[in-house]
């Protein structure tokens, strides 16, 4: 399993940005794709972004044109640029991989990949 943590949470005002990173280690097999989610208490689990090897990019409609999902492959980094936040975004994000193709094939586009690995998440609660 990939080891991921995730940085960059914290408390903003509406309109303003952060960015999340999301530190990969501890894996042989090559991860690859990977996505950010975010789960705010009592609602459902979403997928929010996600990008592959390839550098191709999926993001939710909520999100799309104002969060920025990238990678740094050299350092193993995945980014999220968040601007224009919203008080609907605070949430729990979390940062997630996948070593199967298939799995980021199937699921990319839909935003449902089925993960093989998680991190323990980073809060970001935006205010009005």
């Known amino acids: 399993q990939v080891q991921l943590v995730e940085s960059g949470g914290g408390s903003v005002q509406a309109g303003g940005s952060l960015r999340l990173s999301c530190a990969a280690s501890?894996?042989?097999?090559?991860?690859?794709?990977m996505g950010w989610y975010r789960q705010a208490p009592g609602k459902k689990r979403e997928e929010v972004a996600n990008i592959d090897n390839d550098g191709t990019t999926n993001y939710a409609d909520s999100v799309r044109g104002r969060f920025t999902i990238s990678q740094d492959k050299a350092d193993n980094t995945l980014y999220l640029q968040m601007n224009s936040l919203k008080p609907e975004d605070s949430a729990m994000y979390y940062c997630a991989a996948d070593r199967d193709i298939y799995d980021c094939w199937s699921g990319g586009y839909n935003l449902d990949i089925k993960y093989d690995s998680w991190g323990q998440g980073t809060q970001v609660t935006v205010s009005s």
């Open positions: 501890g894996y042989t097999d090559p991860i690859q794709c």
